[in-house]
């Protein structure tokens, strides 16, 4: 048996559930069979005021294909960019390994901050590496955000609801969206509630897929086999509601063999079905890959000095 069978079996045998004991059993299955090489990386740099708003840069050793923002999940209440030292570092380093520029951030969480501080937070870290990242600005380079989980309720909603997102959405080569929380239907779990509120009333005012309308940009909605049904019906839901508005559908990855953490947790393992769903679609919507790919000038990674030759 292959270690990458050996990891998803081991992964199954945990079932089609989902809490803080199936996180860390999910972690540790895969924790020493990751790829963690260091590269260039940047880490805690403000892109807000709030001690949440940090994120870290992870650069590619040649010009980047593109930039990819990972919104990490944490059922609205928990959740970092970097736990402990390896989730989720494994993501930013597996994604510059391939090429890609990834910035990975924190962002405010229930229940200090409820319901629309992710999305918030999601735009300003947008408008942060538009406003930092050399290239975005004049479209030499393409921008991708993928969220995870609660992380792709807040990319949800900063991509359907203009009204909370409050400015343009800008040139975006495409979105990924993991097994995520779009549609606040009674009943509500205590995070949920906590991110939401307490008021019914609001509920469907304040989830992503009441605001699902005809969109452009290329949108890859993935599901992993194990998912609790709880959450896995979610993703079928949005898929039918874009499907409606746009008159096709959405592009779809349905993760066998997955629960709701190891389609990330894995990036850089040698289970890499989940990776190889992830780099198609960037790969897929690149627009900037006919630039030249030049190696980036060396530099330590405990400088604070930031790249010169990718960020402003």
């Not at 980047?64 to 494994?90: C, I, M, R």
Request: charged share 15%.
């Amino acid at each position: 048996m292959s270690l990458a069978i050996e990891l998803q079996e081991k992964v199954r045998s945990l079932g089609a559930a989902f809490n803080l004991d199936i996180l860390a059993a999910t972690q540790e299955i895969y924790r020493q069979h990751l790829d963690m090489t260091p590269v260039e990386e940047k880490t805690n740099l403000a892109y807000g005021s709030n001690e949440r708003h940090r994120l870290d840069l992870y650069l590619p050793k040649s010009a980047p294909l593109a930039v990819v923002v990972y919104v990490h999940g944490g059922g609205f209440v928990g959740g970092d960019k970097n736990s402990d030292g390896t989730f989720y570092v494994n993501v930013g380093r597996f994604l510059a390994r391939h090429g890609f520029a990834a910035v990975l951030p924190n962002y405010r969480r229930a229940p200090a901050h409820g319901w629309p501080a992710g999305a918030e937070d999601v735009r300003d870290v947008i408008g942060w590496v538009r406003q930092n990242v050399r290239g975005l600005a004049t479209d030499e380079l393409d921008l991708f955000v993928l969220g995870q989980s609660a992380g792709a309720s807040h990319v949800g909603s900063w991509l359907f609801d203009s009204q909370t997102r409050g400015t343009p959405l800008g040139a975006l080569a495409g979105v990924m969206l993991m097994s995520g929380f779009y549609n606040a239907a009674a009943p509500l779990s205590a995070n949920a509630l906590a991110y939401f509120g307490d008021d019914v009333t609001l509920h469907a005012q304040r989830s992503p897929i009441t605001h699902v309308s005809k969109i452009e940009v290329p949108v890859c909605l993935s599901v992993a086999e194990l998912d609790p049904g709880s959450i896995g019906w979610q993703t079928f839901q949005l898929a039918e509601a874009m499907t409606r508005c746009n008159g096709r559908s959405p592009e779809f990855a349905w993760l066998r063999g997955h629960n709701h953490v190891s389609t990330v947790l894995s990036l850089g393992s040698p289970q890499q079905d989940a990776a190889a769903e992830i780099l198609r679609f960037l790969k897929t919507h690149l627009t900037s890959s006919d630039a030249p790919v030049q190696p980036n000038p060396a530099s330590s990674q405990t400088s604070d000095d930031l790249s010169p030759d990718l960020l402003s």
